[in-house]
């Protein structure tokens, strides 16, 4: 359980209606500026120096104090202030006069409760839990009120406004459990002066709470021992790797507790005080419910008390004084009635007389019940309060500005930063190794080992890398403290000498020492069995740190890493934070070790405060929204942020990209359109080829001449392709050019989902699927998505020739040689197609030369070129027609042929099922997708093709085509 749980504000400076916060071990609270983040810690400040010692005060004091508010008026909410400044309040509805009109009512309807709630009150609500282990949420509240005065012959404009306490309560679901009205303080001349108070508990109510909630047995705590003292003196990334997680706040020595044991184990259902009666006669519930009336009647009305500090109320004998004339008496006395008829003819006086005569220790089963139920709050309710005071105590706070540009630090001085290095400058580290292991740690390299993706031993640094570690040089006789850094080369430097951003991050490392120093729980323990054997070890207390933008100053790798510090403090020094920031790269890594599972979403909490103008207009819901980070670190950021935080980054990297988006879409369309012109002039030249071609070969006459021009045409076609494949290649550069510009790691992460990167080349086609897949999702939808074909298809491109190589490696020299015989290769294929049952294909289908561009076939040209010539520089339309051949010579009907009575194209196929961990689900999806060429070349070249319906490449074409390639990359 954190040291502060949470504290609720009512009318203080932001904060008008009552709002309530739960705190974590770690709770983050930002928002826009001038909000009201810095209001909680300012309260927490207000609340440690006013109450630190108990309420013995009727004001609350402002003066010398850290956090600078000032007076009233600069504490008190401005609009509530002003309203009631405007407002006609009669005197006769003060608290008090409520308080007595409620007594007389009283009488009348006992069961009525008062109501002190005004919301003009300025309140204070801490977070409690009654019933010990039964832990029943409730909240104790402080109210003080506003008042008013004008002087004497003034007028209204000379209205004074004061406050004084008003009263104090343990409130549930808005229901008040124990109430205490302040009446005043009373001085005394020659003692010390003491509070009249009227205090009232509703033990109806809370004698049900404890029956309806059940007792939670908590098990022995853990003892510290060897185990825990590693656990606190290892490094956070060792505890992680060792733990699997990190802990807060470990339940050491902690015991079953009640309290309310005797209570519930010997309360009768039916037979006893407050309870529903169910199983005794009309006369014994008539008897017992006189007897629940005046009880409860006399503890709504309360009793006058005084004490000396005010939350001494909250014990029993404050309330009822039962050793005198408590409730418990009048118990007694009721029961015992019937008993005694002759008293009944006596008088009120000569009874009560009566009863001061007898013997003042009898007891009936009832009173004794009430009397051992009465001890035992007033034990709760104390104890509760001395928890709650004492965790105010152990508050501590560090403001934006931590550390100053000076040499020395001189005691007299007394600023922030002098504490800090006074208090730091008492603690001896090598005595304090848990201690020792923090400071240096974080301040040093952080040096960790750690296994790489091989499971190779590295080393890597996990420290802020300032230095090695603190040196300190104290005269306490002058009251002097000098603190250096010393460097990793032996040096030392003075902190004065360090950079503006440093000196701020130090004092967070040495204000959390200086708390862990301070709240170490020293514990012996046996550590070898031997009754003589005690080794000392040391767990920590809980504390809270207030901490404002610990981001200041920060390059956003340490405010990254300060979110680090943070837990390992946490968890190992049980130091609560509350941390004011703005720093989003602090909650990314609040986030990422949450969904990392080593921070529970339990153990970190987030509040965004929007600015109070836009709730008081309606432009925000809440002034306060609890940021719910879900277990997988995740946060709506739409829902809780609005626009200017998160977003914020975004908008500007967007605008970024949208500015080199559109300006590689105008330099690729440039390019586009001069491969479109170089695609026509190729084409005119096909033509001026094909019609000298003709010419020649119908001409009788000047046949050189024409052959001259036919070689020129030629030359000059294959200058212009020099040229196309130079605008390819720069089509492809430019896109590589813009997609380096990007953090496409996103898409990077959902193509190592779908494909196992392990399978494929990682410095090309990963990027070429990862970038294609950003293009995807980041061109405007009307745009041309030819440059996602053309990623795509370059990642298709580049495993095919990796797969060719490889397998034209592997292939014996003796069947490469086989196959290159034309006579040999043509009879072996024409034999594939017999043996399979098929008649030969029309050659103008299948040819087994080149051929033209233009003819529609299977081209084996090119698997006899591939076995003969390890010099070919294989195309990517070339290296399709191995699967296309697959395709043509596959047997659905008698598997047991398909592919075995070729060779070559056995070893092939075995090739590739050592390659695809499905082969024959790949090979369906090669023979489905075939468009996977003409696409690409589509996109590549130019949009003439009649594969392509228009001058571009749409969106949803664009997703076929990569669904494809996934399907078949995904089989690898």
């Known amino acids: 359980m954190p040291n502060l749980e949470g504290l609720g504000l009512q009318n203080?400076?932001?904060?008008?209606?009552?709002?309530?916060?739960?705190?974590?071990?770690?709770?983050?609270?930002?928002?826009?500026?001038?909000?009201?983040?810095?209001?909680?810690?300012?309260?927490?400040?207000?609340?440690?120096?006013?109450?630190?010692?108990?309420?013995?005060?009727?004001?609350?004091?402002?003066?010398?104090?850290?956090?600078?508010?000032?007076n009233l008026e600069r504490i008190y909410n401005r609009v509530t202030m002003e309203d009631f400044k405007k407002s006609e309040i009669p005197d006769s509805q003060s608290m008090y006069s409520k308080l007595s009109d409620f007594h007389k009512k009283n009488n009348d309807y006992p069961s009525e409760l008062p109501i002190f709630k005004e919301d003009e009150d300025l309140v204070f609500a801490f977070p409690i839990k009654l019933g010990n282990s039964r832990e029943i949420s409730a909240n104790l509240e402080i109210r003080y009120e506003l008042k008013r005065f004008i002087p004497k012959n003034g007028t209204k404009e000379d209205l004074i406004i004061s406050h004084d306490i008003k009263d104090i309560a343990i409130v549930k679901n808005e229901e008040y459990l124990h109430w205490s009205n302040i009446i005043g303080f009373r001085e005394y001349h020659d003692e010390p002066g003491d509070w009249e108070m009227s205090t009232s508990i509703d033990l109806k109510k809370i004698i049900q709470l404890i029956i309806d909630t059940p007792f939670v047995e908590i098990k022995e705590g853990i003892e510290p021992n060897k185990k825990t003292e590693n656990y606190f003196t290892i490094d956070l990334f060792s505890r992680i790797k060792e733990y699997k997680g990190?802990?807060?706040?470990?339940?050491?020595?902690?015991?079953?507790?009640?309290?309310?044991?005797?209570?519930?184990?010997?309360?009768?259902?039916?037979?006893?005080?407050?309870?529903?009666?169910?199983?005794?006669?009309?006369?014994?519930?008539?008897?017992?419910s006189a007897i629940e009336e005046k009880i409860t009647t006399d503890l709504l009305l309360g009793r006058n008390n005084s004490q000396y500090k005010i939350l001494e109320c909250f014990k029993t004998n404050n309330i009822i004084g039962f050793m005198g004339d408590g409730m418990e008496r009048d118990i007694v006395s009721a029961e015992l009635k019937e008993k005694e008829p002759d008293e009944k003819q006596e008088t009120s006086e000569k009874q009560n007389l009566r009863s001061l005569f007898k013997n003042p220790f009898q007891t009936t089963p009832n009173s004794q019940l009430f009397t051992n139920l009465l001890g035992a709050i007033e034990k709760d309710f104390s104890d509760i309060i001395q928890k709650k005071i004492d965790s105010l105590?152990?508050?501590?706070?560090?403001?934006?500005?931590?550390?100053?540009?000076?040499?020395?630090?001189?005691d007299e001085q007394n600023s922030e930063d002098i504490q800090i290095a006074r208090d730091f400058s008492a603690i001896y580290l090598k005595n304090h190794p848990q201690i020792e292991n923090f400071v240096n740690f974080w301040i040093g390299n952080g040096e960790i080992n750690d296994l790489d993706e091989s499971e190779n031993e590295k080393q890597e640094q996990k420290g802020l890398k300032i230095g090695k570690k603190l040196s300190v040089f104290r005269d306490e006789a002058i009251g002097l403290t000098k603190i250096f850094l010393v460097n990793f080369d032996g040096?030392?430097?003075?902190?004065?000498?360090?950079?503006?951003?440093?000196?701020?991050?130090?004092?967070i490392i040495m204000k959390i020492a200086i708390i862990a120093y301070k709240h170490q729980l020293p514990h012996e323990y046996d550590f070898d069995n031997r009754d003589d054997s005690h080794r000392q070890t040391i767990y920590f207390s809980p504390s809270t740190l207030l901490i404002e933008e610990p981001e200041a100053n920060l390059h956003p790798s340490l405010q990254s890493k300060m979110a680090e510090v943070f837990i390992d403090a946490a968890s190992r020094f049980n130091i609560q934070f509350l941390i004011e920031t703005h720093s989003e790269y602090l909650i990314y890594k609040f986030q990422e070790y949450i969904g990392r599972k080593i921070v529970s979403p339990n153990d970190v909490k987030m509040y965004y405060f929007n600015h109070p103008n836009d709730v008081r207009q309606g432009v925000k819901d809440e002034y306060i929204s609890h940021v719910q980070i879900d277990k997988d670190g995740s946060i709506d950021y739409n829902k809780y942020f609005g626009k200017g935080f998160f977003d914020e980054q975004t908008n500007l990297k967007l605008s970024l990209l949208n500015i080199q988006r559109n300006l590689f879409v105008e330099e690729y369309e440039t390019i586009k359109e001069e491969l479109k012109k170089s695609n026509d002039t190729l084409k005119d030249y096909d033509s001026k080829i094909e019609e000298l071609n003709q010419e020649l070969s119908t001409t009788t006459s000047g046949k050189s001449e024409l052959e001259e021009q036919l070689n020129l045409i030629k030359r000059e076609k294959e200058e212009k392709e020099l040229e196309f494949q130079e605008l390819l290649e720069r089509?492809?550069?430019?896109?590589?050019?813009?997609?380096?510009?990007?953090?496409?790691?996103?898409?990077?992460?959902?193509?190592?989902?779908?494909?196992?990167?392990?399978?494929?080349?990682?410095?090309?086609?990963?990027?070429?699927?990862?970038?294609?897949?950003?293009?995807?999702?980041?061109?405007?939808?009307?745009?041309?998505?030819?440059?996602?074909?053309?990623?795509?298809?370059?990642?298709?491109?580049?495993?095919?020739?990796?797969?060719?190589?490889?397998?034209?490696?592997?292939?014996?020299?003796?069947?490469?040689?086989?196959?290159?015989?034309?006579?040999?290769?043509?009879?072996?294929?024409?034999?594939?197609?017999?043996?399979?049952?098929?008649?030969?294909?029309?050659?103008?289908?299948?040819?087994?030369?080149?051929?033209?561009?233009?003819?529609?076939?299977?081209?084996?040209?090119?698997?006899?070129?591939?076995?003969?010539?390890?010099?070919?520089?294989?195309?990517?339309?070339?290296?399709?027609?191995?699967?296309e051949l697959l395709y043509y010579i596959r047997s659905e009907n008698d598997p047991?042929?398909?592919?075995?009575?070729?060779?070559?194209?056995?070893?092939?196929?075995?090739?590739?099922?050592?390659?695809?961990?499905?082969?024959?689900?790949?090979?369906?999806?090669?023979?489905?997708?075939?468009?996977?060429?003409?696409?690409?070349?589509?996109?590549?070249?130019?949009?003439?093709?009649?594969?392509?319906?228009?001058?571009?490449?749409?969106?949803?074409?664009?997703?076929?085509?990569?669904?494809?390639?996934?399907?078949?990359?995904?089989?690898?």
């Open 393 to 410: 105590n152990k508050v501590y706070f560090l403001p934006t500005t931590r550390g100053r540009n000076r040499e020395w630090f001189i």
């Open 246 to 288: 990190v802990f807060f706040d470990f339940p050491f020595l902690k015991k079953k507790k009640d309290g309310y044991e005797d209570f519930t184990e010997k309360l009768e259902k039916g037979k006893s005080l407050f309870s529903d009666y169910s199983e005794i006669t009309e006369d014994e519930k008539s008897k017992l």
């Open 731 to 883: 089509q492809a550069e430019k896109i590589d050019e813009y997609t380096a510009k990007t953090d496409y790691s996103r898409y990077l992460t959902e193509i190592e989902r779908i494909i196992d990167k392990t399978k494929i080349n990682n410095s090309k086609t990963l990027k070429y699927l990862s970038t294609g897949k950003y293009l995807l999702e980041t061109l405007d939808d009307a745009a041309d998505f030819a440059p996602v074909i053309i990623q795509y298809g370059r990642a298709v491109e580049f495993e095919m020739i990796k797969w060719m190589n490889n397998f034209k490696n592997s292939v014996i020299p003796s069947n490469k040689t086989l196959w290159s015989l034309d006579a040999n290769y043509k009879n072996k294929l024409n034999t594939i197609f017999i043996s399979l049952g098929y008649s030969m294909p029309n050659p103008q289908i299948i040819g087994f030369e080149m051929g033209t561009i233009n003819e529609k076939k299977i081209c084996f040209y090119h698997l006899r070129t591939f076995t003969n010539n390890s010099s070919t520089d294989y195309k990517f339309g070339e290296l399709t027609q191995i699967f």
């Open 12 to 70: 203080f400076r932001t904060f008008r209606k009552k709002e309530n916060l739960e705190f974590a071990p770690i709770t983050l609270i930002t928002g826009t500026n001038n909000a009201g983040k810095s209001s909680v810690f300012k309260a927490i400040q207000f609340l440690v120096d006013n109450f630190k010692d108990g309420i013995v005060t009727e004001t609350l004091d402002f003066k010398a104090m850290k956090h600078e508010l000032g």
């Open 491 to 507: 040096t030392r430097t003075p902190l004065v000498d360090l950079g503006y951003g440093i000196s701020q991050l130090l004092p």
């Open 896 to 972: 047991v042929h398909n592919y075995c009575s070729v060779p070559l194209v056995l070893e092939f196929s075995n090739y590739l099922k050592n390659i695809f961990t499905n082969y024959n689900q790949a090979e369906r999806l090669f023979i489905k997708y075939r468009n996977i060429l003409n696409l690409r070349n589509c996109a590549g070249h130019t949009y003439s093709d009649n594969v392509c319906s228009s001058d571009i490449i749409d969106k949803n074409t664009a997703e076929r085509y990569v669904a494809k390639v996934e399907a078949i990359f995904s089989c690898l």
